[in-house]
């Protein structure tokens, strides 16, 4: 049986798992539901069409499934969906999708959103992502697995970022970011790549170095930035996390790459 607080409200219609802990003065709409063992802390609102996953936790003045802020939704049905086992802390804020994105917005497993971090309409975020204190995210935004991204950083709407990149705080995010790319600045540039989160994963020192190598090349002067992805194909394409950045390159985006800045190649 679920656990309510005599002061939280459940609207007639929300789906309440085995184990659910609704805590003081959570709101909770007739359309929510939220799986086993979710937790909501207290002061948490959840409205829409909204799904929370397994174990997840929802911690105070968290609003979750309120329409986006985006003047051009018109009220039509649209839904945020957060998996399993994630975190969301104190005044985290999620909206659904809109038609213009697909009418969903999607959170994956073992994430951690820290104070104030935002998901904006029609965001796609991976597993094991951390949004750092009020990291924000834009609209129809990309964050694949394993992805940091740090406090006080905004992505513009459309950006990607790659899986297992690392954005440093306080940066400003134009333009997709590699895979395994660290990315900082007031307008952010490469400055090589995410070392530490290499290591994190798994990588051997003879592994990053020979990752390093092709990160260099593909950002070298060398002829166009086609023809060095073809070239890293063919040379290098054996080389762990390669193809994840150029799967990554090859996807069609409406933004462009983020890169060194002149005389930063890596």
Known sequence: MAQRHPTAIVADGAKLGAGVEIGP???????VE????????????????????????VFPFASLGHRPQDLKYG???SELVIGADNMIREHVTMNPGTE???????????????MGAHVAHDCTVGNRVILANNATLAGHVVVEDDAIVGGLSAIHQFV??????????MSGIEHDVIP???????????QGLNIVGLKRHGFE??????????????????????????????ERGKVKGVDDILSFIQTGSSRALCRPKAGNGG
């Open 25 to 31: 003065y959570c709101v909770i709409g007739g359309e």
């Open 100 to 114: 213009g994105g697909g009418l969903l917005t999607k959170v994956g497993d073992h994430c951690l959103f820290m």
């Open 180 to 190: 395994y790319g660290l990315a900082m600045g007031e307008r952010a540039s490469l």
């Open 205 to 234: 020192r003879a592994q990053i170095r020979d990752l390093n190598e092709a990160y260099n090349f593909l950002f070298s002067d060398d002829d166009t930035m086609a023809e060095r992805v073809e070239r890293l194909a063919k």
């Open 160 to 169: 990607r970022i790659g899986r297992g990149a690392m954005i440093g705080g």
């Open 34 to 57: 939220l799986s086993d063992g979710v937790v909501l802390h207290s002061h948490v609102v959840v409205a829409g069409h909204t799904r929370i996953g397994p174990r997840t936790q």
């Open 75 to 77: 009220g039509e049905t």
